[in-house]
């Protein structure tokens, strides 16, 4: 699936686009994603502020689907584990940037090389239109060769 075709599709997604998430942009290489949470009226607690558990959606399936599309068909790529910090009420709009590099790739390639899982984290903070940090979520993701891949 192109990255266009899949940020038309998550903008359209029911659950997304019910919370007020927006994919905004996704590399052609998949090495970069930003995505945005709009505030609204129906889309607030009681407080005034951001739901957690929508600022945690705007970041859960990003790392993991960046991931499968840059290791490529010969890799399992799960959740593996995930946990946010709510450091400050999040008002307005709030953005979160994922960013994945060769090098990461690389590392990652070379330690599931023997057929073994490998569970690298990956950190993403959601900052409101002022740039001040909203939250930070910590995601693990589960990696290994498919069995027809690993070595004997």
Same mark, same amino acid.
Do not use: C
């Given at each position: 699936?192109?990255? $266009?075709? /899949?940020? =038309? ?6 659950? @997304?686009?019910?919370? +007020? ?5 996704? *590399? ?45 068909? $010969?890799? /399992?790529? =799960? ?6 910090? @709510?450091?400050?009420? +999040? ?5 979160? *940037? ?45 990696? $290994? ?8």
């Amino acid at each position: 699936m192109s990255p $266009r075709l /899949l940020r =038309w599709g998550m903008n359209f997604w029911p659950p @997304f686009r019910g919370a +007020g998430i927006r994919v905004r942009h996704i *590399a052609g290489d998949w090495s970069e994603v930003r995505v945005e949470l709009r505030a609204g009226r129906i889309r607030r607690n009681f407080v005034g502020t951001h739901y957690g558990g929508s600022l945690f959606s705007m970041t859960d399936p990003f790392y993991a689907l960046m991931l499968i599309h840059r290791l490529g068909e $010969r890799y /399992l790529v =799960w959740d593996q584990a995930a946990s946010i910090d @709510f450091v400050s009420p +999040g008002r307005g709009a709030v953005t979160a *940037a994922f960013s994945l590099t060769g090098e990461r790739i690389r590392e990652i390639e070379q330690q599931a090389a023997a057929g073994q899982k490998v569970l690298p984290q990956f950190d993403v903070e959601v900052r409101d239109e002022a740039g001040e940090l909203v939250a930070r979520v910590r995601k693990t993701l589960y990696v $290994r060769l498919k069995p027809r891949y690993r070595p004997q």
